[in-house]
Nanobody
Framework: QVQLVESGGGSVQAGGSLRLSCAAS????????LAWFRQAPGKEREGVAA????????TYADSVKGRFTISRDNAKNVVNLQMNSLKPEDTAMYYC??????????????????WGQGTQVTVSL
């Protein structure tokens, strides 16, 4: 059974940086789309960034463009999220997600069939 395991969350002051990583463990697994979502208390889960196999550009939510960078290591089936210039409003549980299908909105949670357990990111003033 394939599992997605996130790491790298933590607490940081505003303006700081964190790097999240997500690796697929278990049976060999290749995914077309890998993405990061976040969910703050009382809010809906929102797409942060997504990346498709064979395309390094990434798709980003407007709120994180220019600050966050998504990347993937296809050989290791790992996806990373480099987060710079963090703001208090970035505070949330961050989830990794994967999907084999080419179609679907990259930042829609409904697209994704495999999810990690989440890692907490807290940004303080």
């Amino acid at each position: 059974q394939v599992q997605l395991v996130e790491s790298g969350g933590g607490s940081v002051q505003a303006g700081g940086s964190l790097r999240l990583s997500c690796a697929a463990s278990g049976s060999p697994y290749s995914s077309t789309w890998l993405a990061w979502f976040r969910q703050a208390p009382g809010k809906e889960r929102e797409g942060v960034a997504a990346i498709r196999a064979g395309d390094d550009r990434g798709t980003y939510a407007d709120s994180v463009k220019g600050r966050f960078t998504i990347s993937r290591d296809n050989a290791k089936n790992v996806v990373n999220l480099q987060m710079n210039s963090l703001k208090p409003e970035d505070t949330a549980m961050y989830y990794c997600a994967a999907d084999d299908r080419w179609y679907g909105l990259p930042l829609s949670p409904r697209k994704y069939t495999l999810w990690g357990q989440g890692t907490q990111v807290t940004v303080s003033l």
